[in-house]
Nanobody
Framework: QVQLVESGGGLVQAGGSLRLSCAAS????????MGWYRQAPGKQRELVAS???????NYADSVKGRFTISRDNAKNTVYLQMNSLKPEDTAVYYC???????????WGQGTQVTVSS
């Protein structure tokens, strides 16, 4: 049973923008923090951004000021708006949900983001 469904991602030139979406079941969305991790080839998975059920946000230092995470309670969906993209943002982005940001319990299928220089 698919719990989190991601969309968005793709290929963009440096300086461009993309938006990722992650739709969840209502039970998961209303009770959990959500966000994105990313994993680049040969690197560990890292937390990119998160948002709690109450709307508090947190960002990796590398994306602060460029990425914005938000949630639409009516659509049970979380968004990651990514602006001023850099080649180092290239990775597979995984949506997650969990009671705690560093204890993901659910994962999306992953979506590739590629930023060309």
């Amino acid at each position: 049973q698919v719990q989190l469904v991601e969309s968005g991602g793709g290929l963009v030139q440096a300086g461009g923008s993309l938006r990722l979406s992650c739709a969840a079941s209502r039970s998961i969305f209303s009770r959990n923090a959500m966000g994105w991790y990313r994993q680049a080839p040969g690197k560990q998975r890292e937390l990119v951004a998160s948002i709690t059920s109450g709307g508090s946000t947190n960002y990796a230092d590398s994306v602060k000021g460029r990425f914005t995470i938000s949630r639409d309670n009516a659509k049970n969906t979380v968004y990651l708006q990514m602006n001023s993209l850099k080649p180092e943002d290239t990775a597979v982005y995984y949506c997650f949900a969990g009671a705690a940001v560093y204890l993901p319990a659910y994962w999306g299928q992953g979506t590739q983001v590629t930023v060309s220089s």
